[in-house]
């Protein structure tokens, strides 16, 4: 019985080692948000526009049975309809989608340095290129 409350009391030693740094990268990940935000000149939606966007979610979890009996209203989807969208695009436009897309490499590079503790790639399998053999 006095394993099993070690063990209780690492495991929540651990969890308490870890909140100190949530809880600062959450405070940082929230004032890089407030940044971008001011920074794009961005305002939070109006009431009506939320409703308008979720009442379809809302909708659909209720009813869970319409997904799959439904066929897509629209060809929004198509890729003729996409590519006229990007091509009826103006530069403004095409800017701040090339901002967007920045920002989202950014963001999956510096989370991927930080899930492998380095800054450069993965380790190498070294024994594979020493032992390839060539073929005559």
Request: aromatic share 6%; hydrophobic share 45%; glycine share 8%.
């Amino acid at each position: 019985m006095t394993l099993l409350i070690c063990i209780a009391l690492e495991t929540n030693a651990g969890l308490l080692a870890m909140i100190p740094p949530t809880v600062y990268y959450s405070k940082v990940g929230l004032e890089l948000s407030k940044l971008v935000f001011q920074g794009r000149k961005m305002t939070p939606p109006d009431i009506a526009a939320f409703q308008s966007y979720f009442s379809p979610i809302l909708r659909a979890l209720r009813n869970p049975s319409s997904l799959m009996s439904g066929t897509p209203s629209s060809s929004a989807l198509t890729p003729e309809a996409i590519l006229s969208r990007i091509r009826n695009m103006n530069g403004a436009q095409l800017v701040s989608a090339g901002v967007l897309g920045a920002e989202v490499l950014g963001f999956f590079t510096v989370g991927e340095m930080i899930g492998r503790l380095k800054l450069v790639g993965y380790k190498g399998d070294v024994h594979h290129h020493e032992t390839a053999t060539t073929h005559d």
